[in-house]
């Protein structure tokens, strides 16, 4: 009986993914016509239609459908195998790595400095990305790791959690709480609470600290990013919860920015979000990516003091 090749088994994932011939060949850097001849071929070989053209673009049939998990997981079995060739030649070499927008300035700097004196013979490759961009390209693994807060919650994933990072109220140095000890999430309700744009999970945070203290005066920013919502705070706008360790950079001295920690609740927990890395479980460099995690735990944990 033959069987698929790579080559139609690529076809076969990037035509799903893109749903068009077009944009598959461009991924694949090859012409339409010889993804449509590799897609055909494998449905010769599988004896089965995988894919239909309508009005609207190329649809997968049921039977394509449930036919993709398997050549995802051929083409990972295919590339982890060129991994773990590397990696038994060569030992592990490269650690791709990226962070939200929410921790990426604020932790990679300390677990860069913490990788290239423990690990001084691992290439790091950094970026940042949202969550759900992040989750994607583990899943595919287009990345190694990735920095994030939980629940990431993907099957296919292993999180470790690194740390605990909790919420400061974030106020202008001349606010009149700004020389208070601490603050009740009750005073959330006091102020116009600033929200980072939509699609970062810091928001949805804010939004449900702010469902617990019964306040319902949040105020949506638009497209601004962490520092900029901080400035807006310090122009006298509102306030903003603040991840403790973004406040070494954000509330240095000079900025104008102020912040105060949250009283404990009744049960003793306190705002806050937990800090995680996150990997493919399937991994061939699983152990190496968890003594890599240990010793970022121990960087995150040192610069939270």
């Not at 060949?25 to 055909?40: C, D, F």
């Not at 590397?86 to 913490?114: K, Q």
Request: net charge negative; aromatic share 4%; proline share 6%.
């Amino acid at each position: 009986m033959s069987r698929p090749t790579i080559a139609q088994l690529q076809a076969f994932v990037a035509v799903a993914d893109h749903g068009t011939y077009r944009e598959a060949a461009a991924e694949l850097h090859t012409s339409q016509p010889a993804v449509t001849q590799q897609v055909q071929s494998l449905e010769r070989t599988l004896r089965t239609t995988i894919f239909d053209r309508t009005s609207r673009g190329t649809k997968l049939t049921p039977e394509g459908f449930q036919l993709l998990p398997f050549a995802r997981a051929v083409l990972e079995a295919v590339e982890n195998l060129g991994y773990e060739a590397e990696r038994v030649r060569t030992g592990f070499t490269r650690l791709r790595l990226s962070a939200i927008p929410t921790m990426a300035p604020y932790l990679l700097p300390g677990i860069v400095r913490t990788m290239r004196t423990s690990f001084p013979t691992v290439q790091l490759s950094i970026g940042e990305a949202r969550t759900s961009h992040l989750v994607e390209k583990l899943v595919s693994n287009d990345l190694d790791m990735g920095l994030m807060a939980t629940p990431v919650g993907h099957p296919a994933l292993t999180e470790f959690v690194i740390a605990d990072d909790p919420f400061l109220l974030a106020v202008a140095s001349d606010h009149p709480m700004a020389s208070d000890s601490s603050v009740g999430v009750h005073t959330l309700k006091e102020a116009d609470v600033l929200l980072i744009e939509d699609g970062h999970c810091l928001r949805d945070q804010t939004v449900d600290v702010c469902a617990m203290a019964g306040a319902s005066n949040t105020r949506d920013v638009g497209s601004a990013g962490l520092s900029t919502v901080c400035q807006m705070v310090v122009g006298g706008q509102g306030v903003a919860l603040l991840p403790r360790s973004a406040a070494t950079l954000e509330c240095r001295p000079g900025t104008g920015l102020h912040g105060i920690p949250f009283s404990p609740f009744a049960d003793g927990s306190i705002p806050k979000r937990t800090i995680a890395l996150a990997w493919r479980t399937t991994s061939p460099h699983a152990d190496e990516l968890l003594e890599f995690a240990h010793a970022m735990k121990a960087a995150v944990t040192a610069s939270l003091g």
